[in-house]
């Protein structure tokens, strides 16, 4: 690539795209790489502040920066990604399903240590929507060299995929609301509504709710018989604290299942629990679903229906990021809690 003198530039073809910003309106691209130099954009091209411009030389391998874009794009996509054309030497990277967005997190960061590599990502276990966007990729450079991205291929080869989206699974759902006040109508049953909401947003086959009083044996029942519907996720709600009544812990122990965690650090929802017993998912949800909009159930509930199977190490890396501010106005996931 050489640098030359825009007066020197007519009949060229720019190797490059040159971008307009005027502030507060508008941002994008004055000349598109390929546009072949006339004698009137020498003007132009001073106003946008550019005295040089660059054209391509043969045989120096190097490679421009569109191309570089997309092929670390195409390195670093997994599964349920797409991409669009390069703009201004960017790719952005989108998801072809309504699912959580993966990320493998030490590879992002080794490619990012990368010299002149650029990808800048939403983050780890981040809902997306259909074609919303992921991720963006580039090199700071106009050309880099051949070597530099064929380094960060092999790279990506090992360590793929980089970033995916798992779609979500429509799984059957068993729902158990526990305490005596609700099952003897003293109070309205302020919890099922809840769970039918946020479960509404995986479209969840919910196969029913049931009340129970606070006795161990209803509970295990409960647990039962929704096993025995063919439920994938058992979620129970109420009994979740350390008071003498609430029992809804000791039920889930009981019916076999291996406790991955009961107590996590995130506020709202300390007191939550995670169990699986025999490919079902069993969780235990503290009151304080029913009071804050956001708490660790929208954390754990896109991770059960993408599938993934959670361990308690997980858990412990959500103290960072873990304390909600409980904004007036919430905008979770656009926050940082739970990451």
Known sequence: MEKIRV????????????????????????FARG????????????KLGKEHVYIWEEGA????????????????????????????????????????????????????????ITVPALPNYYKVEKEGSLAGARIVPLVIRESAISDLEAFCRANHPVLQVKPYNRLKVGIIVTGNEVF?????DKFAPVIYDKTAYFQAEV?????????LGRIEQAIAQYRAEG????????GMSVDPDDLTPAAIRNSGAEVVTYG??????????????????????????????????????????AGLR?????????????????????VYPRCYFGR
Not at 7 to 30: N, Q, S, W, Y
Not at 68 to 94: F, H, M, S, W
Not at 310 to 326: N, P, V, W
């Open 7 to 30: 007066e020197e530039a007519v009949g060229k073809t720019l190797v490059h795209d040159i971008t307009r910003v005027i502030p507060g309106a508008f941002k994008g691209r004055a």
């Open 35 to 46: 546009h072949v130099i006339r004698p009137e954009d020498v003007e132009e091209l001073k």
């Open 61 to 116: 391998d190097e490679i421009h920066e569109d191309e570089a874009a997309i092929r670390i794009t195409r390195a670093i996509a997994g599964p349920n990604i797409v991409y669009n054309d390069p703009q201004e030497g960017k790719c952005v990277l989108q998801s072809t399903v309504r699912g959580l967005f993966i990320v493998n997190s030490p590879a992002l960061q080794r490619i990012n240590e990368m010299e002149y």
């Open 184 to 188: 003897k109508g003293r109070v309205d």
């Open 207 to 215: 196969l029913g709710h049931t009340y129970c009083p606070d006795e």
């Open 231 to 238: 439920a994938e996720l058992i979620i129970l709600t109420g």
């Open 264 to 305: 996590v650090p995130v506020q709202p929802g300390n007191m939550f629990m995670l169990a699986y017993l025999d490919g079902i998912t069993l969780i235990g949800v503290p009151g304080a679903a029913i009071y804050y909009e956001t708490t660790i159930l929208d954390i754990v509930l896109p991770r059960i229906f």
């Open 310 to 330: 959670m361990s308690k190490s997980d858990f412990a890396a959500m103290g960072e990021g873990g304390f909600c501010l409980t904004c007036k106005k919430c």
